[in-house]
């Protein structure tokens, strides 16, 4: 009985070898790369063997700490089952700041819809035209281009403080560590910034990267200027990593503001801005500084202002812990007006009123799109009457005709003898003719199926 039911099992293990198909082995990954060339690009690659024809590659891309990847197909080439994907991120025209770290992996798919994922490579996209000389703090990590250790340890002080400061206000603890890279070169820094910065700007945070870029000329560590963009900067790590929600985040002048109030409070110069602004009549609204601020230099400096002063009246008038409790109501996604509402019992319109009563300002005129002129109407037109522009009616064009009016039956170029609707006719009677075919070809149709 025993050798009966070993050749069974033999026989039924035969039988499944013989009726199953060998599955065929999928492609095999090498060790993939990633070359990072600043202010060009990184290029991408991946060794593949065992590719079937009519495969197809893809590449996901992750930037920081996102993880929603940029997927890309990549035409692929292969010889004798092998390939090396490649793939060039372009970042000479997009920009992209140093120290912004990027994530790939290469994804296959076989003419059989099988999906197979290869290995990921991690790369930096690093600043490395320069010999940078570098200081450990307990949170902040400070590279700079020029100067002597004494410049670094001034520089990585400042820096230290600003953040525990921040920190400590805001309850939340730092625990990964902040780049801070100090350029002395402008033109190098402008080129770190990237093709759309503007070039007055003297200090830049990426709070998804936790980098902080910088313009300070060795000379000037100890100027009052260079603190306050150390300190402002760091104030936006702090204040980000506070705040942030998948949500909603806060108005760009609260953001704003806060760091510069927490930077220098509210500075003489930038209540004199305010005040001048409103003595003349150019104060502009908090919600014209929600998203991004004016370009003109001017503008741009009075928007930093009013953003200060407006945090400044809210420590007045509630208290700094209100402004925390505003801040910590945003990091629960909050809407602006719940925001507000549960910080200090008003709304984000009625705050932004009570801030400019206290300025002394009436609420400024508005600004957006204004509504078209009215333009020719069908002369059979039976519609409610278009609604006219006062604007473009008090100031017509030199030499242009002026809308006919909407009750007047007919448009500019109008035929007067009500040629106008024959268009119409002439499609009605088109429709009419087309339709009364179909319909013969279709009886027409059943005619010949029909039995006799």
Request: hydrophobic letters at 45%; proline letters at 8%; aromatic letters at 8%.
């Given at each position: 009985?025993?050798?009966?039911r070993?050749?069974?099992a ?13 599955r ?21 690659s991946q060794p593949v ?15 920081g ?12 080439e ?11 991120l372009d ?24 999906v ?29 281009m ?7 340890r ?8 600003a ?9 939340v ?8 890279f ?7 820094f ?24 910088a ?16 300190r ?5 790590l ?14 760009k ?31 502009m ?14 503008r ?21 812990d ?6 910590g ?22 705050f ?5 009563a206290?300025l ?9 799109p ?8 069908p002369?059979?037109w039976?519609?409610?009457p278009a ?5 473009a ?14 009750t007047?039956?007919r ?42």
């Amino acid at each position: 009985m025993r050798r009966v039911r070993l050749a069974m099992a033999l026989t039924v293990l035969l039988g499944l070898a013989t009726a199953s198909p060998a599955r065929a082995v999928g492609p095999t990954f090498a060790v993939p790369g990633a070359e990072s060339a600043f202010l060009s690009g990184i290029t991408f690659s991946q060794p593949v063997s065992g590719l079937e024809i009519g495969s197809t590659a893809e590449i996901l891309i992750e930037r920081g700490s996102s993880k929603a990847p940029y997927v890309v197909q990549v035409p692929l080439e292969a010889t004798a089952g092998r390939a090396t994907l490649t793939y060039v991120l372009d970042l000479a025209l997009t920009g992209e700041h140093p120290n912004t770290r990027y994530r790939a992996s290469w994804r296959l798919t076989s003419p059989t819809g099988i999906v197979t994922l290869g290995p990921e490579v991690a790369v930096v996209y690093a600043d490395d035209r320069f010999d940078w000389r570098t200081l450990t703090g307990d949170i902040v990590r400070l590279h700079w281009m020029e100067g002597d250790a004494t410049t670094g340890r001034r520089l990585l002080a400042i820096a230290e403080a600003a953040v525990a400061e921040a920190s400590e206000l805001f309850g939340v603890a730092q625990v990964e560590p902040i780049d801070f890279f100090v350029y002395a070169d402008p033109e190098a820094f402008a080129e770190a910034l990237g093709p759309g910065s503007r070039e007055n700007v003297g200090g830049i945070a990426s709070p998804d990267t936790r980098t902080l870029l910088a313009r300070v000329a060795p000379e000037a560590v100890d100027d009052s200027f260079a603190g306050s963009v150390i300190r402002h900067e760091l104030t936006h790590l702090v204040f980000h990593s506070f705040v942030e929600n998948p949500y909603h985040f806060p108005p760009k002048w609260l953001d704003e503001g806060v760091a510069t109030y927490l930077a220098d409070g509210l500075t003489a110069a930038r209540r004199g801005a305010v005040e001048a602004a409103v003595r003349d009549g150019e104060l502009m609204p908090l919600d014209a500084l929600v998203r991004q601020f004016p370009t003109t230099r001017e503008r741009f400096s009075l928007a930093y202002s009013e953003s200060a002063s407006a945090i400044d009246f809210l420590v007045r008038s509630h208290g700094r812990d209100a402004m925390v409790a505003l801040a910590g109501e945003y990091a629960g996604g909050a809407s602006d007006d719940e925001a507000f509402r549960a910080a200090i019992g008003l709304s984000l319109d009625a705050f932004a009123a009570t801030w400019l009563a206290d300025l002394g300002a009436p609420a400024p005129e508005a600004f957006g799109p204004r509504p078209a002129p009215a333009g020719p109407l069908p002369s059979d037109w039976q519609g409610p009457p278009a609604t006219p522009d006062p604007i473009a009616e008090a100031s017509p064009s030199p030499g242009a005709t002026p809308a006919p009016s909407p009750t007047s039956g007919r448009g500019d170029g109008d035929d007067p003898s009500g040629a106008a609707g024959t268009p119409v006719v002439i499609t009605a009677l088109a429709v009419a003719l087309l339709a009364g075919g179909m319909m013969w070809r279709r009886r027409r149709g059943r005619d010949r199926g029909a039995v006799p």
